[in-house]
Protein backbone atom coordinates (compact mmCIF):
# COMPACT_ATOMS: atom_id res chain seq x y z
CA UNK A 1 0.00 0.00 0.00
CA UNK A 2 1.53 3.12 -0.75
CA UNK A 3 1.21 5.65 2.26
CA UNK A 4 2.16 8.84 0.19
CA UNK A 5 -1.15 10.48 -0.43
CA UNK A 6 -1.42 11.89 -4.40
CA UNK A 7 -4.10 13.86 -5.34
CA UNK A 8 -3.77 13.59 -9.17
CA UNK A 9 -5.65 10.69 -10.90
CA UNK A 10 -3.65 7.82 -11.74
CA UNK A 11 -5.06 7.15 -15.21
CA UNK A 12 -3.08 7.63 -18.10
CA UNK A 13 -4.54 9.60 -21.73
CA UNK A 14 -7.04 11.62 -22.17
CA UNK A 15 -10.24 9.55 -22.01
CA UNK A 16 -13.44 10.61 -20.04
CA UNK A 17 -14.00 6.75 -18.99
CA UNK A 18 -10.59 5.86 -17.67
CA UNK A 19 -10.66 9.57 -15.86
CA UNK A 20 -14.24 9.30 -14.32
CA UNK A 21 -13.81 5.45 -13.02
CA UNK A 22 -10.19 6.22 -11.41
CA UNK A 23 -11.28 9.95 -9.60
CA UNK A 24 -14.00 8.29 -8.17
CA UNK A 25 -11.73 5.00 -6.92
CA UNK A 26 -9.20 7.91 -5.85
CA UNK A 27 -12.25 9.66 -3.41
CA UNK A 28 -13.31 6.19 -2.11
CA UNK A 29 -9.62 5.44 -0.94
CA UNK A 30 -9.17 9.23 0.20
CA UNK A 31 -12.33 8.89 2.15
CA UNK A 32 -10.91 5.15 3.66
CA UNK A 33 -7.78 6.33 4.50
CA UNK A 34 -9.02 9.43 6.27
CA UNK A 35 -11.12 7.68 8.11
CA UNK A 36 -8.68 4.77 9.30
CA UNK A 37 -6.02 7.98 10.33
CA UNK A 38 -9.58 9.64 12.55
CA UNK A 39 -10.40 6.62 13.87
CA UNK A 40 -6.73 5.74 14.79
CA UNK A 41 -6.60 9.46 16.53
CA UNK A 42 -9.84 8.82 18.51
CA UNK A 43 -8.33 5.65 19.71
CA UNK A 44 -5.43 7.27 21.62
CA UNK A 45 -7.68 9.57 22.65
CA UNK A 46 -9.81 7.57 24.77
CA UNK A 47 -7.47 5.37 25.70
CA UNK A 48 -4.92 7.93 27.29
CA UNK A 49 -8.06 10.24 28.27
CA UNK A 50 -10.70 7.35 30.06
CA UNK A 51 -8.78 7.40 33.48
CA UNK A 52 -8.40 11.06 33.71
CA UNK A 53 -12.13 12.23 33.28
CA UNK A 54 -13.14 9.42 35.40
CA UNK A 55 -10.92 11.07 38.50
CA UNK A 56 -11.95 14.64 37.23
CA UNK A 57 -15.72 13.33 37.40
CA UNK A 58 -15.34 11.39 40.80
CA UNK A 59 -13.88 14.77 41.91
CA UNK A 60 -16.67 16.50 41.05
CA UNK A 61 -19.43 14.62 42.78
CA UNK A 62 -21.10 15.76 46.02
CA UNK A 63 -19.38 13.93 48.63
CA UNK A 64 -15.92 15.28 47.53
CA UNK A 65 -13.76 12.44 47.96
CA UNK A 66 -9.74 13.15 48.04
CA UNK A 67 -7.51 11.85 45.45
CA UNK A 68 -6.49 8.71 47.16
CA UNK A 69 -10.49 7.75 47.59
CA UNK A 70 -10.39 7.43 44.25
CA UNK A 71 -7.36 5.78 43.49
CA UNK A 72 -7.73 3.08 46.24
CA UNK A 73 -9.26 -0.02 45.44
CA UNK A 74 -11.59 0.02 48.23
Known amino acids: MDSTLSLK????GKGSKGASSSNDKSKYQLLK???NWSLKKAKVA???GFIPLIIIVGMNTDPKPHLFQLLSPV
Open 9 to 12: PRGK
Open 33 to 35: EWS
Open 46 to 48: THY
